[in-house]
């Protein structure tokens, strides 16, 4: 076993228990063949030491990088909001959308162009046609604007109209599209996927790093688990885990993380409490009859209303919102 | 199936879809036999309407309870605290963790005397002298007790020096230990099992009710998912969901619902943000010699600045701590 | 660091790396501290080494254990297969299935007399006068019966009627009841907790092991997860991992570990391809108006299909049923 | 509320229960908007009544569909048996073992050239280098090339050298994928996401039915849970549930599934007894040097093992391989 740890090119360091021996396996870097130990014979467990990323990691750079996209800013003293539809509709929808969220204090308009859906017989957006309304909502209001690109060949055309080019849940492991957004000088909100670790998420991260593009968000959606009462189950912990972990700024979605209209401000509130630097929040001219996650989104009374309670929350752990 | 419906003695309303057929079956109550429909042949699925709850449901009370144990009060505007060490293992540690706990404005104290162990070659808690010791340190602050209980037979034991009988997670549906606790005068700190649904939660909590004592306090404390960064995954957006279905006040455990020290403010401070009623938070005067948990426990000094920050929380969204 | 390792009675052996240091902690047998290190400054994580049974171990016992109770014998050649209802509710209803089963080759019969139930209005089962119908079902079959235990009080009466004891999933860790049953001469069904793990699962076993009872069968039933096409999701990998780290013997539970009828056959034959020693299967006469979990229960003439199409599969991995 | 219904198109059947009111929203088909209806006043749950999938249903095509690709046919009497290195090295070992495994009695090769890798700093493939050693193999033995696609832009490319493209869990909803492959006219094993619920991958193959190409198999690789004794949960019921709702053949892969070599032939075994068409399987001359996954991989010896017990297996349900 010893001679095999040396044939990876690592120094084996042999340590004698009472029951187990204990072979620990030194190099200078992280060595793939590693994992393979573990079917040698008498081998119970490997146990990986070393985090596998780097450029994202809390010890190369140990303040939170401020990422900051037109009129937002995220990573800060002031909280970024994100804010708008899942889906845009109508030129008039996303105008009035951006007009609103901008009133109640948002910092950046959501809303989907390129959607990627379940189903293929669902909407699968606007695509340029609602790149270009994005645009007009953010001449008219100033606002930054954070779309989602699904594929690589897109990202030229979306980093034309957008501010920030987002990463959905489904996409987090598609390698292309995390290689084409490390070319792109536009900013990424990446979207942990349902059940990545987050060694995967910011390994994912990596990808983007790695390409040579420094403006990373991490964006904690929720995970899937057993429980059935909320779309996803939403773990804040994951906030003040990662900040131990990555200099890079963390968002929440608490829209996506819940699923449900009503648990929606509880949870931005919890996710400021527990550290975010940013949310994003799904708000609708008229939920009911969105296109798309109309169950999740806020109407835009009640997202006034969160940002009222949130701002409170956000003076109580020193920040603004 | 229709007559199927009939016999269990229920109405069968029919709809005639497209493509599929549904049998609406109402009945003045739950019926055992329903899921077994589910086995008739041309049945694709049995869905149930009925929340399978009564006394705990927020339908029968619609005002949140306010639950009473000598210092202790959860579920009006001021949050309760219960602070305290994982087992009680001398009673100058008790009493110094009482008085250190009461200083920073906790309102009850906790500690295990009889502990449910993983293993059996665990320290299994000081039993009856633990519950000594609890009561001593009651004496010395004010501070009400709440410590598990594991067994029905030990139900009334523990009732003796308690004010609130804690039911761990392990013995969520220890139906027996439910019962049990239904019959005592003390109020009960039902925490919420590891795998268990939010309908099996409020469904323990029944038996409790169905017994006679109106007395319970529901604690999320944590589910397991596959995320490996955190003993367990803490889903806050129970909080605000509970509070909808239940009358009953819900109490957040963040030290077992992350397992590390350095997470436990952030959820602290996350949970009351999301609505919770009440916390219980593992401190020890010394967390590296803790007899159990130490690396989720916060000493003193963490504990005080826990309460600090989660005191300006608990101002920003209107309740005291 | 290394003073705190040895304080806790372990010698420290240092290893240096590149990026950080390990501290290897060797000591005779398992330390309750060692956990706390986890809070020591710079220290990142805590790997445990040793397994935390012994009782169970394949390594303190290389042969896999043989458990016979009356007429059932699982762990040797031939595989056990344990069936009947999910709850005990006639002596007519009990009597016609050991017939049943029996002639379709069962070598035990289970059946519920003490039924832990997640709603408190649900049917709790005919207690002792089940257990009664069980013994008359026993003497006009000559098969060993397999019944539930909630309740450590319980354990002496269900002794007098049961060839073996149940511990039921929500009672794994239920450490009062499986203390009782390690003083009783009974033989004992631990099935798997839905969120539990191995480690978890053979350290309950341990506990009835450690207090004198060898007899110990383990049961795979199903966890939790997110699925929800089957009620629980089976894992039949535990069989042969199980099988690798202990010498009890392993059985499968295809009903509870799918919930629906129709898939109850594909998994028992899988569990026997994958190596279980035994098989625990739900059958009723009329499974449509069983008074509990109907949906996952076989009729007569699917129970003989499936015992046909399992000898097969037996035959194959050279056992026999 | 009833307004509501019929404003998305829908016919409203109210239904009065004692204690709730359930209005049945019948209509021709799937309805987007519907899902909105939960934020409607006084509205508990919506519950949908139709599979959304339609090409891929059993409703649609009652017998199993026969997906053959060269020396590939899944679906029938004859099991398919797709076995090979994760990752394409050498010409020299991939011509290797797909002379060993043919030699086996596997029926296709798999090789991965397109590597998606968690970290960026892993082994990424050979490429188009890769596959033209995969067509080398191919001439050598006659094997079904069966290899990985990662991105659309590939699909032309790797179809080239490829008789069946496959889509790894990580890509399962990378949507312009699946569109890409739906224009192919290579067969498509499509592989389940490690979170996909059974609805999710049964929509993901409708994508590529929907573009026009009926050669799909799914196939199941393990879904993540708590579970950490191996690297996926290998959910088994999924066999026979797919194969209630889907025509498409089932694969099931043991070795991502366990994430062991001792556990792999135990689950490949399991998989045919549940039912399954076709087995996956990672081979390679040497895994403890292999590139990657060596630890879930077998060496010719033990696939050749698995085989012999395999095909006793499969004879045991009448089928052959």
Redesign the interface.
């Known amino acids: 076993m010893v001679k095999?740890v040396e044939s990876l090119g690592l120094k084996a360091?042999v340590?004698?228990?009472?029951?187990?021996t204990?072979i620990?396996a030194?190099?200078?870097?992280?060595v793939?063949?590693v994992?393979?130990?573990?079917?040698?014979p008498g081998v119970?467990?490997?146990?990986p030491?070393?985090a596998?990323?780097k450029l994202a990691s809390r010890e190369l750079k140990a303040d939170t990088s401020i990422v900051t996209a037109g009129s937002l800013s995220v990573g800060g003293v002031q909280i970024g909001m994100i804010a708008g539809p899942c889906s845009v509709e109508t030129e008039e929808q996303i105008v009035a959308c951006a007009k609103a969220v901008k009133k109640a204090g948002a910092t950046a308009l959501r809303g989907g162009a390129f959607k990627?859906?379940?189903?293929?017989?669902?909407?699968q957006g606007l695509k340029e046609e609602g790149l270009r309304m994005l645009a007009t909502a953010r001449e008219e209001t100033g606002l930054a604007v954070v779309t989602e690109v699904?594929?690589?060949?897109d990202v030229e055309l979306v980093g034309k109209y957008a501010d920030v080019l987002q990463i959905g849940a489904?996409?987090m492991?598609?390698?292309?599209l995390l290689e084409a957004c490390g070319k792109s000088h536009r900013a990424v909100l990446l979207k942990r996927?349902?059940?990545a670790?987050?060694?995967?998420l910011l390994?994912a991260a990596?990808?983007i790093l790695?390409g040579g593009n420094p403006k990373v968000l991490l964006c904690e959606r929720g995970?899937?688990?057993?429980?059935?009462?909320?779309r996803f189950?939403?773990?804040?912990?994951t906030?003040?885990?990662l900040q131990?972990k990555t200099h890079l700024p963390v968002v929440v979605d608490p829209s996506h993380?819940?699923g449900?209209?009503?648990?929606v401000t509880?949870?931005a509130?919890?996710?400021?409490?527990?550290?975010a630097d940013g949310l994003i929040v799904e708000v609708h001219p008229d939920?009911?009859?969105?296109?798309?996650d109309?169950?999740q989104?806020l109407d835009f009374k009640a997202f006034e209303k969160l940002m009222a309670?949130c701002r409170?929350?956000a003076?109580?752990?020193d920040r603004t919102l």
Do not use: C, W
């Open positions: 095999h360091n340590i004698q228990g009472s029951e187990r204990v620990a030194v190099g200078e870097e992280r793939d063949g994992s393979t130990l573990e079917s040698g119970d467990e490997v146990l030491i070393l596998p990323y990627p859906r379940t189903s293929p017989y669902s909407f699904i594929a690589p060949d489904r996409n492991q598609n390698y292309r996927g349902p059940s670790t987050i060694d995967e390994l990596e990808y790695d995970i899937r688990t057993f429980e059935s009462h909320t189950t939403l773990p804040l912990a906030v003040p885990y131990s993380g819940t449900h209209t009503n648990l509880a949870m509130k919890a996710g400021i409490a527990a550290g939920p009911a009859h969105a296109k798309s109309g169950y989104t309670e409170r929350i003076e109580a752990v």
